[in-house]
């Protein structure tokens, strides 16, 4: 079972080729990051555009490659997987609409993937390969959620972010104390140099018992900010970086990247001791965070499994993986003639 995977929901260009759901053959991987750094936020129009200059040579590395490698070329390919549900509409459009072209005129089956599903099955990439039932802790830009998947495409959504995601948390921070974008990973690298106990934060409170809440952090972190510097709410954030002293923002970094990892790793480790799986998966650019590994490696007692960082953050690879157990599991294809997206579409 070989599946060419396609990713373009937000400003990451995957495309892969995967093997049963296992084996990665080929891949590729383009980005538009660098412009968007510039305005401290992924523009939509922008990624739309750098999407439509990426992906047909993309497409191209990634069969080059897989016919070096194995001698065969789109023959061997067995079908086609595409998100297509949530992100940004131009960017989805320009996978899907490729995704369907392709699968039209290579005569291939189609597979409609959900980005956030497609986050859990990155893990399925590595040894040893996660084992139902299996407990997901989904951390990305986007999402915050714990799911409960009895078996493949059988799960239950158990909680989730009532505001920000953690991925969000995590750049908005960098923001306030200006470090560059995407803030996950320079807050975690500031954070290395940083005390964690330097700013005591409180962790909100929310309504049900698996639900998540990071805006009331966020807050917490700009009013510590503010009082560092001698000045109060009126201090505007935009001030603040030139404001703090390089050691101050290490141990902002540092205290806050501990309680917003607490805060997702208690409610892990609740799920745990009530739904008993037999693995637990991180998922999502926020998994490639050492110290969320970290506290739930001393927290958790079993093994978790992960997946390198490149393969937490958004790639082709994980699409591919789960197109390949939706054929494998007997999933009906999708209508290369009417695929649309979803850019709201929810686990
Ligand atoms: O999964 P992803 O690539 O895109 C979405 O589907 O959202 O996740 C991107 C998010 C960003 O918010 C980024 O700051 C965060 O993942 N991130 C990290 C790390 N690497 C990426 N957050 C914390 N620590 C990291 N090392
Ligand atoms: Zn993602």
């Not at 660098?34 to 750098?50: F, K, M, N």
Request: with cysteine; charged share 20%.
């Amino acid at each position: 079972m070989i599946i060419l995977g396609i990713e373009s929901s937000c400003d990451e260009t995957g495309v892969a080729i995967v093997e049963n759901g296992h084996t990665l053959l080929a891949e590729s991987l383009a980005t538009s990051m660098d412009v968007h750094a510039l305005y401290g936020g992924v523009i939509p129009e922008v990624a739309a555009r750098s999407q439509i200059e990426y992906i047909i040579p993309a497409i191209d590395a990634v069969i080059n490659q897989f016919s070096r490698e194995n001698s065969a070329g789109w023959e061997a390919i067995d079908g086609i997987a595409v998100t297509y549900g949530a992100g940004l509409s131009g960017s989805l459009l320009i996978g899907v609409l490729t995704a369907r072209t392709l699968a039209i005129v290579k005569n291939k089956p189609l597979y409609a993937v959900n980005h956030v599903e497609g986050h859990v099955y990155a893990n399925f990439l590595v040894e040893p390969q996660p084992k139902f039932p299996l407990l997901a802790l989904i951390v990305s830009g986007g999402h915050t959620q714990l799911v409960y998947f009895r078996d493949h495409f059988d799960y239950d959504l158990l909680g989730q972010t009532v505001d920000d995601a953690i991925g969000e948390a995590f750049d908005k921070v960098a923001k306030i104390v200006g470090l560059p974008y995407p803030g996950g990973p320079s807050v975690a690298n500031a954070a290395l140099k940083g005390n964690e106990n330097a700013f005591k934060l409180t962790k909100p409170k929310v309504d049900a018992k698996y639900n998540f809440s990071f805006s009331g952090l966020k807050t917490g972190v700009l009013r510590a900010a503010q009082a560092a510097v001698g000045g109060d709410y009126r201090l505007s954030s935009t001030s603040l970086p030139a404001l703090l002293a390089d050691q101050q923002k290490y141990d902002v970094a540092a205290s806050f990247q501990k309680t917003a990892v607490e805060m997702v790793v208690e409610k892990t480790v609740e799920a745990f001791k009530e739904y008993e799986p037999a693995s637990v998966v991180i998922a999502g650019g926020v998994a490639a965070n050492s110290e969320l590994r970290r506290q739930l490696k001393n927290t958790l007692p079993i093994d978790i499994n992960y997946a390198p960082g490149s393969l937490c953050t958004d790639n082709g690879a994980m699409i591919a993986t789960l197109g390949c157990f939706k054929v494998m599991q007997g999933v009906q294809s999708d209508d290369p003639y009417t695929l649309a997206i979803n850019p709201n579409l929810k686990m």
